[in-house]
Each structure stands twice: as structure tokens, then as C-alpha cells.
């Protein structure tokens, strides 16, 4: 009796595991940051039905990201500049993409990761900002991963000692909003309000002398924005 329960445990842990196996695994997106042949294989397809005309080289750069927005908003799909399973059907591309992220987004980061932990310093930073506000705080962290002054992944940026003050108070622990989450989405996929500045802060409320010696390129909502 016993050796049959055996035997039958193991035909249902063999079931279970082929049946994991078959099942279909989710599809990856192709983003800001992505790179590889499905990056190239979506150019082609953008570059050929008047979407994109810049080089077919593989990496989902600026350009990449305008055609994916222009494809999305010509086909009714949602305009965030993500490649998504909808948009890489709508593209004639299906299975699950392979991709390497650049460093910008942290190697071995999941992109889904990296909106949380951005979010949740947006909203300790900025929430109750106007949204371009929010967006630009998350810009700012982006500006500094490719920055050869700053760490080289989202979450060493934010977590660099001293950098923010929701680090240091806690606040980046709090549960972000969903607007938080679409602006960390927004910075992501390549919108910067900043126009590649470095730091920000509120005029207000700064103590340090050192960030007043910085270049004030834009103001918005109650911070100042600097290089």
C-alpha cells in the first residue's frame, strides 16, 4: 500500500511538471534600454510600414520609442512606447522576446521592478507635484544611471547614501499611487522634462549650501531642477 501511494505521488509530480512545462510562458516587452534581433526584427516592421525611418540597429532608442508611440496611438493601443504582447502582435511579431537591458534599467532588473522602485521614490519626492514634476524626478534618477558620476543601476542610485531624502525619512517605503507608477512608466520610456539635468530640489526648504551652487535650468512646481 504503501509503495503504490509512493508510485502515485510521483506520476502526479511527473504530471504537474510536464504540464508547467507545456503551459505558455508570459512574453516578455521590449522597452527603452532593449537590444537584440527583436528589437531589429520590430524596426524592420515599423521602418516598413512608414513608422520609423532610423537605422535598423537593434537598440530601442529615442527613435524607437517615437514609432512604437505613433504605431500604438495609428492602432488603437495603448501609446506608453512599450512593446508589449498587444503591440508585438499588432507588429506581426509573437513569442517571447529576447533582449538584453542596457545598463540604464540595471542588469537583471525586470522592468516591472524598476517602475516600482521608481515609483515609490517619486512619490516620496513628489507626490502632490504637477505630473510633468513627477516625471522629472524620475528623469533625474534615469540621468544619473548613465551618468559616469553616478552609480550605474536605478536602485544604487536611490539608494546612495545621502542622495534623497525618502531614503533617508522612510518614505520611500510607502505604497506608490498608480499616477506615481504611470510617471515612473513615462521617465522610463524616455521622457525627460529635464533635459538631461542632474539633481532638484525646493528652493524652500534646501539647507545645503553646496545645491545652491548648481545651474537652475527650469523650475517646476516647487522644485528647481539642475546640472
Not at 509530480?13 to 516578455?28: N, V
Amino acid at each position: 500500500m504503501k509503495k503504490r501511494s509512493m508510485r502515485l505521488c510521483a506520476a502526479l509530480m511527473t504530471t504537474a511538471l510536464l504540464l508547467l512545462a507545456a503551459a505558455p510562458q508570459a512574453s516578455a516587452a521590449l522597452y527603452w534600454g532593449s537590444s537584440g534581433e527583436q528589437v531589429r526584427q520590430m524596426q524592420r516592421k515599423l521602418r516598413q510600414w512608414g513608422y520609423y525611418d532610423g537605422d535598423v540597429d537593434g537598440v530601442f532608442g529615442q527613435a524607437t520609442y517615437n514609432a512604437v508611440v505613433y504605431f500604438q496611438k495609428k492602432n488603437g493601443l495603448t501609446a506608453d512606447g512599450v512593446a508589449g504582447s498587444r503591440t508585438l502582435e499588432a507588429l506581426g511579431i509573437s513569442g517571447s522576446p529576447a533582449q538584453t537591458v542596457a545598463a540604464s534599467s540595471g542588469a537583471g532588473i525586470s522592468y516591472s521592478s524598476d517602475v516600482e522602485l521608481l515609483a515609490r521614490l517619486i512619490h516620496g519626492e513628489a507626490r502632490g507635484e504637477p505630473y510633468v514634476g513627477m516625471v522629472a524626478v524620475g528623469a533625474v534618477v534615469l540621468n544619473r544611471v548613465r551618468s559616469s558620476r553616478f552609480p550605474n543601476t536605478i536602485a544604487a542610485v536611490i539608494y546612495q547614501a545621502g542622495a534623497f531624502d525618502a531614503v533617508a525619512d522612510g518614505q520611500i517605503n510607502l505604497t506608490p499611487s498608480e499616477q506615481c507608477r504611470r510617471a515612473a512608466r513615462d521617465a522610463l520610456n524616455g521622457w525627460d522634462p529635464t533635459g538631461g539635468c542632474l539633481y532638484y530640489y525646493n528652493p524652500a526648504t534646501a539647507t545645503s549650501k553646496w545645491i545652491w551652487t548648481r545651474e537652475v535650468r527650469l523650475n517646476i512646481g516647487a522644485h528647481s531642477f539642475a546640472v
